[in-house]
């Protein structure tokens, strides 16, 4: 009788050795049934396993991250016992990352108000924020509805130092003509319709940049003709309106050359030789060289991290843009005084920005559908997850676009974007963020 105890209590160890394997599988296979978008199989399965090995933390922000696309409180419930485990504690970037997974529980849940406090206490140690960082805590802010003007302080800044960050040339490209000139160049490598759309792109925005160019050297030439009729020689203040004024000048000038490089690149793709060779001639009389600056463009990955962080940060200004007071509508009056930072919005800033973050993440999602970035940074997972995310983030960007374009009262645009987003899948309402 004895031997028969010893051999149980030899079993016991064993069967539970084999529990913990059979929950390591059933974990592995339920991870494969979320990825194969069967998250009605693989939650209670990955629920299962945890219940017999509790002590996962991957296992828990794995099931936490799928709980957060459907909206299960459990999610939050997940991070906040990842957060005071052993796992995260001196490791800032295992305790960020937990902490941006509850914050994205939290907003799943409707609870943005928490999810603006969630993201303010993973940031409280930061002495600088970082482009992203900014962005993040703005649009947490616009979610829920408070510090509005802080969160376009925070935006804007972003905004300023994405604007004010130089590419090779050296040349100052403006945010949105450093966005289309991207998406131009990384059209290069696809299809001719979005060679088309691209090109399409370029020429409004090189439209805009002539108006600019004429506009700045006609004022430079009023500038100096009234200098020289009232004056003689030029006084400091003077000099300094004339140097401002051409330097002004200068800024456009490159601004339109680089985009004109750009789209000759592309009339060359599309076998236009001809309008080709009429850009490269206008860089030319714009004193530069179409062919040197050609060659100090970004190349394609650069174009797709720049595509990444400004699809980002102009989607969160025109969002939050589009919730200010816009210019010609009342205002409360105690709302001015009470807060020194305030500044009115306009439709058209809100669009603007909106427009071209739509046009940024359409370009991205084409070009990873077309292979043009499926390379050794890019595994087949990492393309299927990233077109995935690009899929839902076109729609929350439709979905903000949409709610300016209804507060201006634009029915039929409203429509059109509302159609995209059931086109894409969604439902457009608050729960597209």
Same mark, same amino acid.
């Given at each position: 009788?004895?031997? =028969? ?63 957060? %696309? +459907? ?6 419930? *997940? ?29 799943? +849940? ?48 972003? =905004? ?45 925005? +090189? ?5 600019? !160019? ?6 430079? $030439?009023?500038?100096? !003709? &009234? ?15 004339? @140097?401002? /004024?051409?330097?002004?000048? %200068?800024? !456009? ?9 750009? @789209? /000759? ?33 970004? %190349? ?18 025109? !969002? ?10 009342? &205002? ?22 909106? %427009?071209? /973050?739509?046009?940024?993440?359409? $370009? ?8 043009? =970035? ?14 995935? $995310? ?7 960007? *439709? ?7 209804? @507060? ?26």
């Amino acid at each position: 009788m004895s031997r =028969f105890l010893i051999a149980i209590a030899l079993l016991i160890p064993l069967a539970t050795g084999c529990q913990s394997e059979i929950a390591k599988w059933n974990f592995a296979a339920a991870v494969l049934e979320a990825e194969a978008e069967d998250l009605n199989a693989a939650i209670p399965k990955m629920r299962e396993a945890l219940a017999i090995i509790g002590d996962q933390p991957t296992w828990k922000l794995e099931l936490a991250s799928h709980l957060a %696309d +459907i909206g299960d409180p459990q999610s939050v419930q *997940l991070c906040d016992e990842v957060l005071g485990s052993a796992w995260v504690t001196g490791d800032q970037n295992r305790r960020k990352s937990v902490m941006h997974l509850k914050s994205r529980g939290l907003q799943s +849940i409707g609870d943005f108000e928490a999810a603006l406090e969630n993201c303010k206490k993973g940031m409280e140690d930061h002495v600088s924020r970082s482009i992203v960082e900014l962005n993040e805590l703005a649009y947490h802010r616009a979610l829920a509805d408070q510090e509005l003007m802080l969160a376009m302080k925070d935006i804007d800044k972003a =905004f300023s130092e994405m604007e004010n960050s130089r590419w090779q040339s050296g040349i100052y490209l403006s945010m949105a003509t450093k966005t289309v000139i991207a998406i131009g160049l990384i059209s290069r490598e696809m299809d001719t319709v979005q060679k088309r759309k691209a090109l399409n792109l370029l020429n409004h925005r +090189i439209e805009r940049l002539e108006v600019d !160019f004429e506009t700045m050297r006609s004022l430079v $030439s009023q500038i100096l !003709f &009234v200098q020289i009729q009232t004056e003689f020689p030029l006084n400091e203040l003077s000099e300094n309106q004339t @140097r401002l /004024a051409r330097n002004r000048q %200068d800024t !456009f000038r490159g601004e339109l050359a680089s985009a004109l490089t750009v @789209r /000759a690149l592309l009339q060359q793709d599309l076998g236009h030789d001809q309008r080709c060779n009429d850009d490269r001639y206008r860089v030319q009389e714009l004193g530069l060289e179409a062919s040197a600056l050609a060659v100090q463009m970004p %190349d394609r990955f650069q174009c797709f991290v720049w595509l990444e962080m400004a699809m980002m940060v102009l989607d969160t200004r025109g !969002f939050i843009v589009g919730k200010l007071p816009w210019s010609g509508t009342s &205002v409360a009056l105690t709302e001015i005084p009470q807060d020194p930072s305030f500044r009115s919005g306009s439709f058209s800033e809100a669009i603007t920005n909106l %427009d071209l /973050a739509v046009e940024a993440v359409q $370009s991205l999602r084409s070009a990873m559908e077309q292979s043009v =970035f499926n390379s050794s940074q890019f595994s087949v997972a990492a393309t299927k997850n990233y077109l995935k $995310s690009l899929h839902r983030n076109e729609a929350v960007l *439709l979905y903000h676009r949409m709610l300016v374009q209804n @507060r201006q009262g634009n029915t039929e645009a409203t429509a059109v974007d509302e159609q995209r987003i059931r086109k894409l899948g969604f439902t457009p309402d608050d729960r597209l963020f």
